[in-house]
Structures are given as C-alpha cells and as structure tokens.
C-alpha cells in the first residue's frame, strides 16, 4: 500500500469550509492513473488535482472526479496554483503555463493588499451547442417546474473546456427548491449524455454580483453538486456576453456567486474580452488552506472518504 499526502484547500472563497473544496496533490508523478483515480475516490471531493511534470509548460495538471478524470477543472486550478504558491514552489514565478487536457492555458499570481494572491486563470475558447431535449423533463429532474425557466434565453450546452448544460432560470428563489436526479440526467441530455447540469439566473444574494447559480454533477462523476464552478462560471461569462448583453466593447467584468444553498458560498470574478470574433475568458479567485491529511491506496477494500 501506498500513503498519499492530499492538501484541501477551498476555493473561491478566504474563509475554511465556504467556497468549493478541492484536494491537492504534489507528487503525481510517483502515482499511476489507476492510482490517482482511487485517491480522487476516497477523498470524495468534486475534483482532486495531481501535479505532473510538462515538457513545454510549467506544470501538468491532471483532475479527477471520484468517478472518472475531467479535462479541466477551473476550482482545482486555483487551489493547486495557490498551494505551490503558499509552499514556495513557484519562487518568484508570476505568470505561469499549466498543461491540461484542455490545452495550455496561462495563469496570473497577483498579490493583493492584505497579503492575499489572487489567481487569474485563461480558459478554453468557449463553445456552445443546442440542446434538443425536453425541457419538461430536464426541469423535473432538478426538482422544478419547467414554467420556471427562462424561455427568453436559449438552453445551451457549453464549455470553456469543460461541458455543461446552461439553464437559464427567472427566479432566485427557486434555487433553493432545487433537488437534482443526478442520475436522470443522461436520457434528457442525449447530445451530451455526460454533461453536467447548471442553471442560473440574473437575481444574486449579494447586490454587487451579477449572476447566481449552482452545479449539478453528471451521474458519472460519483458526485451530486459542485458548490462553486470556475469552468462553469467561465463559460456563464460567455455565454452573458453572447445572449444577453451583446452591445459591449470594451471587456465584461463579471461577479458570479454560488454555494450559499450548500452554506458554501463564493465567488469567481469572470472577464471576457474579444479578438476578432473570438471570445476570451478569464477567471479569478482566491483559496484557503484547510488541512492535509494521509489517503492509503492499493488495498482491496476501497471506502470514500
């Protein structure tokens, strides 16, 4: 057996135990896919990111769901950046290349004021496909009715290197009603049938933020909802940016908050700017250290933690 050294650290949030917790580890190198696979199960967060060794980048970064490995995960990112920041293993490096299975993407370390480093992240050229399934049935599977979507904007399946499913809601208040049949979601969502399922809306908690949300797993990543999005949130910027204020020229700056259903609130700051007729999106955030502890692997008897 092996023992496996995890750093959780939670994101987009300064506080322990609020925004999205992420595992963290540094060795990935010394771990075989099979390996870290099993460490993302018994650690049973959302995501779990392994440090790797990049030929033409600073880092590779590999995330793990419990149930299956993701090409990009924007919460891991900034916890991962944050940690080797906080262990000084960066150095004095501000701007860095992470390789993921999404492509490399370029990553900014700014310190702020009150000693705190804020991460910017670029992410994937967003895109977006229809969504062709029934919006009866997709409502009903998060535990609403289908006249609480917002027929005024399109449900689209989207990604800033991960796919989700955008589902634009009228009202707050309904996020708290909310209860997703994760496992529902594949025979509604059959042009992405491993999508995960994220609705939305205009009305936020907090009056300086501009969007509010949450995130439902797909059923194949052995997780029911993510409290705080990064890929998610990126790609929400786009989406703001494509269907709902399209007479901007100069790049959005955007807040999008989620979590406070989970008591787990945080939040992404999203930019997106425009080369030519392509979009760019960035995100934000900030982390917090909250323990390590020791995860045993390649013994029989596999139990999430």
């Given amino acids: 057996m092996k023992r496996i050294k995890v750093y959780h650290y939670d994101a987009f949030s300064s506080k322990p135990n609020k925004g999205n917790p992420a595992g963290v580890v540094l ?17 049973g967060f959302n995501e779990t990111a ?5 030929e033409e980048a600073d880092m590779r970064l590999r995330f793990f ?11 891991a990112t900034v916890a991962t950046v944050f940690a080797l920041k906080r262990k000084g293993l960066l150095g004095k490096k501000a701007n860095l290349k992470i390789e993921t299975r999404a492509g490399v993407l370029p990553v900014t370390l700014i310190k ?13 050229a967003p895109q977006f496909e229809k ?69 939305f809306c205009m009305e936020t908690y907090d009056p300086s933020a501009d969007m509010h949300a949450r995130h439902f797993s797909s059923p194949y990543s052995g997780t029911i909802e993510d409290a705080v999005t990064g890929t998610a949130s990126g790609v929400m910027g786009a989406y703001f940016a494509k269907y709902i204020n399209n007479h901007w020229h100069e790049p959005l700056h955007l807040v999008v908050e989620q979590g406070h259903e989970l008591k787990k609130d945080g939040r992404v700051l999203v930019q997106v700017s425009q080369t030519n007729d392509q979009l760019n999106v960035e995100i934000t955030g900030n982390a917090v250290y909250v323990q390590d502890f020791d995860v045993l692997i390649g013994d029989e008897n596999i139990e999430r933690r």
């Fill in 27 to 43: 060795n990935g190198d010394e771990l075989t896919e099979d390996e870290m696979q099993e460490v993302a199960y018994k650690v």
């Fill in 50 to 54: 392994f440090v790797v060794k990049a």
């Fill in 65 to 75: 769901t419990p149930g299956h490995e993701m090409n990009l995960c924007g919460h």
């Fill in 112 to 124: 702020t004021a009150d000693d705190g480093i804020r991460i910017t992240m670029k992410q994937a």
């Fill in 131 to 199: 969504f062709s399934g029934s919006k009866e049935s997709l409502a009903h599977s998060i535990g609403i009715e289908e006249k609480e979507i917002d027929h005024t904007l399109p449900i689209l399946y989207g990604s800033t290197g991960t796919w989700t499913l955008l589902l634009p809601i009228k009202e707050l208040s309904a996020f708290n009603r909310m209860e997703p049949d994760n496992k529902e979601f594949p025979a509604i969502l059959k042009e992405m049938p491993k999508a995960s399922v994220h609705p």
